[in-house]
């Protein structure tokens, strides 16, 4: 570890104060004498250590700041040497680093306002690049070009978004344009007419739906989580979340999902008639089996089978959170890996289609195999409760809620679950696929007796 002894400068300056000098031994081969730019009476200096008057207050106070900016100095030249590249280390960079310490107004430079979407696309580059959610992200984007223009028009005035000016009532402002732009698209149509050039697009904004609980408070934790980039990386000092009113949380009905009986009856029903439904019939069977994401499903290869077990890192949490989930195939799943080997002209594990036909062909598989069982659901965009037949509303993730819905039957544990689902101890995702249904709650009053 680096080392520093102190000592006096010979020489004697017009005040009667000498310079104290520091020996700095980084290695054996490199071994400094430095000027520390620190002045004091010789008589109050000795062996090293500063000697302090018993009396005088006045001196003791100055002896004090004297001693108190020599150790902080120490204190950083020790932290150079041992957190820079050895390569890099020499008497210039260590003058300099003590000329940053004892003259910091010399190096001040003036704040330059950073450009909001400038900022938004290096975190899009530096964070999001290649990921699933990166495509939501530049809908944020967009929705800020659009917010910043809806400013201008409303108010009259060359209003322009910056990293420095974003507050918390801006936040809130924000949010209510993200909630009322339907409206806002009657009254200012023009905010509408060309492709944003804050990202990469060519598409022309279109006439924006209502959008409902949950979609709005997905987009502002979005952008909750580029501010909380922003002070990570020194660009601000404090996130305007901490001023706003609470963005809120998501709201979601009591989780509904297919029976393990229900699962059979699909997987066993004969669709030779219709051969491409029975193809996307064993990729829904194959995600129940396995319970992950569709992001994820389409992505498979072989390679993700590994010693009889799938294996994957998980789109949705890579960037924030890397962990592979491994899901060892029972013998349905695995026979039906082996019907579709070698079938995908692209390599994949089978041959997808997009999310949009896939999703369609569930709900055409669910009215021919009659499973039909009515079912409460909550509106996303009313946040009412209504009631719908399966068939209606089967999707992808509806796959997924059977998986871990129904394991968490059988075992109870969601841990356990957990590790298989690839869902975070505690999170509070999980709670939405966790059913506790009526047998669960007998068994908890049985306890009782």
């Known amino acids: 570890m680096a080392t520093i002894t102190r000592s006096l400068s010979s020489k004697v300056n017009g005040n009667g104060e000498s310079e104290i000098m520091l020996r700095l031994t980084v290695s054996r081969e490199l071994r400094l004498r430095l000027r520390s730019g620190v002045f004091i009476e010789p008589s109050r200096f000795r062996e090293g250590k500063f000697i302090m008057p018993r009396a005088d207050r006045k001196t003791l106070a100055k002896l004090q700041i004297i001693s108190d900016n020599l150790s902080s100095l120490e204190c950083r030249l020790i932290s150079l040497s041992v957190n820079t590249p050895a390569n890099q280390l020499n008497k210039e960079f260590f003058e300099d680093a003590i000329m940053r310490h004892n003259h910091p107004e010399l190096f001040e430079t003036v704040p330059v306002s950073r450009s909001l979407f400038d900022t938004f696309n290096e975190y899009l580059d530096t964070t999001q690049d290649g990921t699933k959610l990166s495509s939501h992200y530049k809908v944020l984007a967009r929705l800020l070009d659009r917010y910043e223009k809806y400013k201008r028009k409303s108010t009259r005035q060359k209003f322009q978004l910056t990293l420095e000016d974003f507050n918390g009532a801006m936040v809130d402002d924000f949010k209510q344009f993200v909630i009322d732009e339907p409206r806002i698209y009657e009254k200012y149509p023009s905010i509408y007419k060309d492709a944003s050039d804050v990202v990469e697009t060519k598409r022309k904004p279109r006439k924006p739906e209502q959008r409902g609980h949950n979609a709005v408070i997905a987009i502002m ?13 020194g660009y601000i000092t404090r996130t305007p979340f901490a001023s706003c009113t609470s963005i809120g949380a998501e709201k979601y009905g009591v989780p509904y999902y297919i029976t393990l009986e229900e699962r059979d009856k699909i997987a066993d029903r004969d669709f030779s008639f219709k051969k491409s439904l029975e193809v996307q019939r064993d990729i829904f069977i194959f995600q129940c089996l ?88 909550l509106n996303p965009k009313t946040g009412e409760e209504e009631r719908k037949p399966l068939n209606e509303i089967a999707s992808s993730h509806m796959a997924r809620r059977t998986f871990v819905g129904n394991l968490y039957k059988k075992v109870k544990d969601p841990s356990l679950v957990g590790a298989l689902s690839g869902h975070k101890e505690g999170s509070k995702a999980f709670a939405r696929y966790r059913d506790i249904d009526e047998d669960i709650k007998k068994e908890l009053v049985n306890l009782l007796d």
Do not use: H
């Open 221 to 233: 934790k979005r952008l909750r989580a580029f501010f909380n980039w922003c002070v990570k990386r």
């Open 290 to 377: 396995i319970g992950c994401r569709v992001s994820d499903l389409m992505e498979l290869t072989p390679e993700n089978i590994i010693n009889g077990a799938v294996e994957y890192m998980p789109n949705k949490t890579k960037g924030e959170r890397p962990e592979v989930v491994r899901v060892p195939l029972n013998s349905r799943a695995k026979a039906l890996v082996r019907k579709y080997k070698g079938v995908d002209e692209k390599g994949r594990l089978f041959p997808f289609i997009s999310t949009q036909k896939y999703n369609q062909a569930i709900k055409d598989i669910f009215t021919l195999c009659g499973i039909t069982r009515v079912v409460t659901v």
